[in-house]
C-alpha cells in the first residue's frame, strides 16, 4: 500500500516544479515509509511513497517504468490477479524484471489501454503517463477502497492520495466548500464528486480520468447498480457464497509481510477469523479495542479469539483518550468526518502497527448482504405510513412535533410522508426537514443537494428490489465516503494496509443480485451470510445486536467531555462562523446533559466542524488539546 502524487501542466510549454512534486510525496510519508520516489518528463511528473508488501526488494521501487521508458507508473494498492494477468501478457510477448504487482500496469496499458482496469481484481488507484501519446490517465477501483483526489490549479491539474499533498500547492487555499456543509451535518461525511474543500475534487469508485491532445475525459467503467438479479434457491445461494468467500479471503492473503485481522466480536470480522483458522489453516493475529464503560466488545472479542485460537492483543481507551484522539482523526481524515469509531480506528491501527502491516477487516459486508437494520425498518415504515396516512399532510406533522418533541421524533415523522426510495438518504442520515429547520432556522439550507443526490441514484435502479436499492446507494455514499475513507485513512496513518475481503466485486454483484428472502428475513439482516458462519461461530454472536467497535460517545458527552464540548460550541470563534441558528446549540446542550434527548452524535458533529476549522482553514496543529480538562 503507498502513497501516489502527481503534477500535469496544462500548458505544454511550462516545467514541472521538481520542489513542489517533491514536497507533495513526502508530506504522505506515512502511507509510504519504506522508499520514496519522482520522476518528471515535459509536463508530466510523479511521486510515489512506496509501503513493502509484495517483492520488498528494489525492483518494486516506483514510479516504475515500462517499455523502454515510454510508460511510467505510479500505483496505490494490490492487485489480486496480478499473476493470471502477468501470464495473460507474457503470452502475447511482454516481459517482465520483479515480483510485483505494479509491473504489469504499464504492459496492460500498452496492450489494453482504457480497458486496462477492467481485467484486475482488487484495490488500486493508479497514474500512467505515456510518453508516446503523450497522455496522462487516472483510474480508482471498483468500489472506491483506495482515494484518488484532484484539483485544477490554473491550467494544470494535480492528484494525490491525500488532499495534503495537493495543499502543497501555494495556489490551493485551504478553505470550506460552502455547498456541502450541509451534506456533512445531514449524512456526516461529503458524498459525490466534490470534497468539504472547496476546489478539490474525488475521482469516483469506478471511474477513469484521461488527459490527451488537451482534453480530459472522465468515464465511467464499472457501475455496480446495473447488476442483474439471480433466481437461485438458497441452497444453491449459500454453497455458491462459501465459494465465493473463501476465495476472495484466500485471495487477499497475499503477502511477504505479517499479516492480523481486526476483529470487533461481531458477524463479519468473527467470520474472518473462523476462514482464516478452519478452513485456511492460518495462524491469526487478532487486535481490538474498547472502553472502561463498556467492556463487552472486548468480551466478544476475547471470545472469538479464544474459539479459535488467535494471538489476541486488545486496547482499552479512556474518554481523554478519546478527545485527544480526535485532533489525529482530524489530520488524517482531513475531511470532517462523523465517525467516532475512527478514533478508536487510529489508535488500535498504531497500537497493531509493532505487529503486524497487513490487516484485514469486515468492511462492506453489510453494504453487500443487507446487514444494516435501517433497511429493515424503511420497509416496516412504509407499511405504517399506509396505516398513518394523514402524517404525509405537513399541518398534521406539525401538530405531532408539538405533541412529540425532539429531533428523534422529528425524524421519524418526516420518514413517515415520505416512500423508501424518496426517503433513503444512506444508512448514516440523521436530519431530515423538520430537523433541518431546528439547526438552521428560517431561510437556511434546504437540503436540495442531499435530495437531489440521492434521487439520481435511486433513478438508476428503478424497477429492481427495494433492498438491492438500497444496498446500490449506500455503496456509492456511505460505503465509499465515510468507511471506506475511515478505513484507507486510519490505517494508512500508522503505515498499515487495510484489506477487505467482503468487497471483492464478485462478491458485492453477487449480494446485490440475490433473492430479498435470501437477505433478509424477519428483522435479521445479512441472513445468508449468517446461516452460512453458523456451521463455525457460535450464533449467540452472530445474530446479537450490530455494534462494531461502538465508542460511548453520549454518555461522555454528558459526563467527562460535556465542558470541553460545551466549551467549544459556545465559544464566540464557533458561533460566529454562523452555520446554526442562534440558541441550537445550548438547547442541544441542555436537552443531551438533562437526559431529554441523546444528542451525542448531532454534538460531536459540531465538534469535528469546529475543530476541522482550526486545523485545517485556521491551521492550528493540536486544537482538541488546546481546549484542556
Known sequence: ??????????????????????????????????????????????????????????????????????????????????????????????TFNSECDTEILAAGWREWGEDLPSKLHGMFAFAIVDLQRKSLFLVRDRLGIKPLYWAEVGDDLLFASEIRALLEDPRLVPSPNPERVDAYLTLGYVPGEETFFKGIEKLRPGHSMLLEDGRRNIRRWYDP???????????????????????????????????????????????????LTQKLGQKVQTFTVGYPEDRSELGHAAQVAELFGTEHHALELTHGDFFLGVDRQLEHAEEPLLESAAVALLELSTFASSRATVLLSGEGADEAFAGYPLYERNLKLDQLRRIFFPLQNSGVRALARKVLPGERMAKYLDWMAQPTAARHQGNSCDVTPAVRRML??????????????????????????????????????????????????????????????????????????????????????????????????????????????????????????????????????TTARGYLAPGYVQNALERHKSGKEDLGRRLFSLVVLELWHRRWVEGESNPAAALGE
Request: charged share 25%; glycine share 12%; net charge negative.
Open 1 to 94: 500500500m503507498c502513497g501516489i502524487a502527481g503534477i500535469y501542466l496544462g500548458d505544454g510549454a511550462g516545467q514541472i516544479d521538481a520542489g513542489l512534486l517533491e514536497r507533495m510525496t513526502q508530506s504522505m510519508h506515512h502511507r509510504g515509509p519504506n522508499g520514496s520516489g519522482t520522476w518528471n518528463a515535459g509536463r508530466f511528473g510523479l511521486g510515489h511513497r512506496r509501503l513493502s508488501i509484495l517483492d520488498l526488494t528494489d525492483a518494486g521501487a516506483q514510479p516504475m517504468s515500462g517499455l523502454g521508458e515510454t510508460v511510467w507508473v505510479s500505483f496505490n494498492g494490490e492487485i489480486y490477479n496480478w499473476r493470471k494477468v502477468r501470464a495473460e501478457l507474457q503470452a502475447k510477448g511482454h
Open 440 to 573: 438552521y432556522g428560517p431561510g437556511g439550507d434546504d437540503g436540495s443537494w442531499i435530495r437531489d443526490h440521492f434521487a439520481q441514484l435511486f433513478a438508476k435502479t428503478e424497477g429492481q428490489d427495494l433492498v438491492a436499492r438500497m444496498q446500490a446507494a449506500d455503496l456509492e455514499t456511505w460505503l465509499v465516503d465515510d468507511l471506506l475513507l475511515k478505513a484507507d485513512k486510519m490505517t494508512m496513518a500508522a503505515s498499515i494496509e487495510l484489506r477487505v475481503p467482503f468487497l471483492d466485486h464478485r462478491l458485492v454483484e453477487f449480494g446485490l443480485a440475490l433473492p430479498r428472502s435470501h437477505k433478509l428475513r424477519g428483522s435479521t439482516g445479512k441472513f445468508i451470510l449468517k446461516d452460512l458462519l453458523s456451521d463455525c461461530v457460535p450464533k449467540d454472536l452472530l445474530f446479537r445486536t450490530k455494534q462494531g467497535f461502538p465508542v460511548p460517545i453520549s454518555q461522555w458527552f454528558r459526563e467527562g467531555l460535556y465542558n470541553r464540548v460545551e466549551r467549544l460550541l459556545t465559544d464566540e470563534r
Open 225 to 275: 447498480s446495473q447488476i442483474e438479479p439471480l433466481d437461485l434457491d438458497y441452497g444453491e445461494a449459500k454453497k455458491q457464497l462459501e465459494e465465493l468467500l473463501l476465495a476472495s479471503i484466500e485471495e487477499h492473503l497475499m503477502s511477504d509481510v505479517p499479516l492480523g485481522c481486526f476483529l470487533s466480536g461481531g458477524v463479519d470480522s468473527s467470520g474472518l477469523v473462523a476462514y
